[in-house]
């Protein structure tokens, strides 16, 4: 098969021929007709995952595609269903999986980090009937694609560890593909959304996407009194969409009392252990939430959302591009510079 390798860490990007993967008895093999261009494929490639430990190395985690073989012992699937899977894959028998957690399973799999990924030709699946999902007709594969980590981590942020509801007050720190996607989440739900970021144009996408007030941290160094005049104490909810010392920071602190801050950004480097103002903590009794990917069994709320019009992911994507661009554009994911999702959907 074709696929995008790299042989170490921060080393060249190319394409290669490799061999065909081979199911598990469990498992499948996709046939990637889409694949999303994401920044945690930056941190893979930068050397910030430690799953990543056998070269030569294939990325790629946000996929939608057709499945092409089937391991023995798979129940739920069969060959030419249209599919997406969750980043985070189970393994179905640990606790975190028994309790319907999959999304922090004791064992996970995730395709690009501890195998290789969908910047290929074909992905090899692990567990497929409890990680697999069945894509509907009404969702194309290059939307389909986007949902795999960035918009699913979004989405159960916003609405199951957030419970953000109509009418409350949600800040958003950080409007790349995670950030925009929990705008338009938040904003479907009846909330105020306050976006934040240092780019004016991506500030512009998150009004269309519906911010109800946008914020240039560039411009202002200290946003927390303007985020707290402008929801009248405070939010209910907060993300920090970005995962820097900052905007983890300003998130927690402009909470109004009982406020939940959800850190979705990745914490990587130096912006490992951020300083915390456990103070705030304290007296206001705010809660601090990690969110990670989202579970298969979650995906049909999302779905009749897309279906019914209220959710449009197709309002992210910035651009499709074919998968030899990835050579040059994966190392430029640092820079900020794209302003919305892109999509691999040529091979």
């Known amino acids: 098969m074709k696929a995008l390798i790299y042989e170490k860490f921060q080393g060249p990007l190319k394409i290669s021929n490799l061999p065909d993967p081979e199911p598990k008895n469990h498992g499948v093999i996709i046939r990637v007709k889409a694949t999303g261009l994401c920044r945690s494929d930056w941190h893979g490639w930068m050397g910030h995952d430690a799953d990543i430990k056998v070269f030569p190395h294939v990325p790629g985690h946000e996929l939608a595609g057709i499945v092409e073989i089937v391991g023995k012992n798979v129940q ?3 060959i030419g269903d249209r599919v997406t899977v969750p980043f985070v894959c189970g393994c ?4 975190q999986c028994d309790s319907g957690n999959q999304q922090i399973c004791d064992y996970q799999s995730q395709p690009g980090f501890t195998h290789w990924g969908s910047f290929a030709e074909y992905v090899q699946i692990y567990h497929a009937d409890i990680n697999l999902v069945h894509l509907p007709n009404s969702i194309d594969d290059v939307t389909a694609a986007l949902l795999g980590c960035r918009f699913i981590t979004s989405f159960r942020a916003i609405v199951e560890q957030g419970k953000v509801a109509e009418n409350q007050y949600v800040a958003i720190h950080g409007c790349g593909g995670v950030g925009l996607s929990a705008v338009m989440i938040a904003h479907s739900l009846g909330a105020k959304v306050i976006a934040v970021d240092i780019n004016e144009e991506n500030l512009k996408l998150a009004a269309n996407l519906g911010a109800n007030y946008t914020i240039n941290a560039l411009n202002n160094l200290d946003i927390v009194p303007e985020i707290q005049e402008i929801s009248g104490g405070g939010v209910h909810v907060s993300v920090d969409a970005l995962g820097n010392i900052q905007t983890c920071f300003n998130s927690i602190s402009n909470l109004r009392k009982r406020g939940k ?10 912006h490992q ?3 915390i103002p456990m103070n705030l903590v304290i007296a206001k ?9 989202m579970q298969a069994h979650k995906y049909p709320e999302m779905f009749s959302m897309i ?3 209220i959710l449009q992911p197709k309002k992210l994507i910035q651009k499709t591009i074919p998968l030899h661009e990835v050579i ?9 510079e794209n302003k919305g999702v892109v999509v691999i959907d040529k091979f």
């Not at 801050?261 to 130096?270: A, C, S, Y």
């Open 307 to 309: 279906n019914n019009g």
């Open 273 to 275: 252990n951020p300083k």
């Open 328 to 336: 040059t554009a994966l190392p430029e994911m640092d820079n900020f």
């Open 92 to 95: 179905g028998s640990c606790d």
């Open 261 to 270: 801050h959800i850190q979705v950004g990745l914490m990587t480097g130096q």
């Open 76 to 78: 739920n699937f069969k």
């Open 285 to 293: 009794e705010l809660e601090i939430l990690g969110s990670h990917g």
